[in-house]
């Protein structure tokens, strides 16, 4: 990738701006690997760890991905309890909350459009695919969603992305779940 070429040439910032908003897209093993290889050179030694961990929860990274985390951890104990964990947290990284939405509750699918603005990224448009018809009222909630960094700032790039609004009846928000774009790939 574009992101892990700045890295061989040691230009952090702008690898670290690529990888970080593909691996918060997709993620996928290799990316994660790559942004942790970034945290690493640059000493942030914890973040390294976490993303490791992440990558190796994801799948689908380089071979020599533990070996580094068990160096940076002085040993490989406990590896596997910490990427069983982090499963959870690939999800949480791609929820976002929409907010309290009244009585609301019920699930249902919907695309959005996402640009990157002056702001960080900013759904452009939201539409309403199917699933629990009154949530179709919340299309313009969702487009005042704020999104993680999942286009690198100044690109001119848009993207869709398919995902689920989840509004629990104990909840006190509704939870919009992006789904990796390579999920949507892969016949079901």
Not at 66 to 79: D, E, T, Y
Not at 140 to 152: C, S, T
Request: net charge positive.
């Amino acid at each position: 990738t574009l992101g892990w070429v700045h890295f061989q040439q040691a230009r952090m910032k702008e690898a670290e701006s690529l990888i970080a908003a593909a691996w918060l897209l997709d993620q996928r093993g290799d990316e994660g690997y790559h942004l942790a290889r970034i945290y690493e050179k640059r000493g942030d030694k914890e973040l390294a760890i976490r993303t490791y961990t992440l990558a190796l929860a994801a799948g689908g990274g380089p071979d020599d991905t533990r070996a580094r985390l068990a160096k940076l951890l002085g040993g490989g104990a406990g590896i596997d309890a910490r990427v069983k964990r982090a499963g959870a947290e690939l999800l949480r990284m791609r929820t976002v909350s929409v907010g309290k939405t009244g009585a609301s509750t019920g699930k249902a699918a919907f695309l959005v459009l996402v640009e990157t603005t002056p702001n960080g990224p900013t759904v452009r448009e939201a539409r309403f695919l199917g699933g629990d018809e009154k949530l179709s009222a919340l299309t313009e909630q969702l487009r005042a969603v704020k999104f993680p960094a999942i286009l690198p700032p100044q690109t001119k790039a848009r993207i869709l992305l398919r995902g689920v609004l989840d509004c629990a009846p104990k909840a006190a928000a509704c939870d919009f779940v992006f789904d990796r774009p390579r999920d949507l790939l892969v016949p079901r």
